[in-house]
């Protein structure tokens, strides 16, 4: 199995879940991506000021 990238959409979910309060594991299952993949994307594009941004990010 390849890996396959973050799209722009799935980018755009993780941030609306990040506003929602949901855990990484939740935010993981809604866009059918292991949640480590997604604690990495927080972890590489969120900012002190700015927090998660899915157009910088992208």
Same mark, same amino acid.
């Given at each position: 199995?390849?890996? $396959?990238?973050?799209?722009? /959409?799935?980018? *755009?979910?993780? *941030?609306?879940?990040? %506003? *929602?309060?949901? /855990?990484?594991? %939740?935010?993981? *299952?809604?866009?059918?991506?292991?949640?480590?993949?997604?604690? %990495?994307?927080? $972890? %590489?594009?969120?900012? $002190?000021?700015?927090?998660?941004?899915?157009?910088?990010?992208?």
């Amino acid at each position: 199995m390849g890996r $396959r990238a973050l799209t722009f /959409s799935d980018r *755009a979910d993780i *941030a609306v879940g990040i %506003r *929602a309060g949901h /855990s990484d594991r %939740r935010i993981g *299952a809604d866009i059918g991506r292991d949640h480590t993949v997604v604690w %990495r994307e927080r $972890r %590489r594009n969120t900012t $002190r000021t700015r927090g998660y941004k899915p157009v910088t990010a992208d």
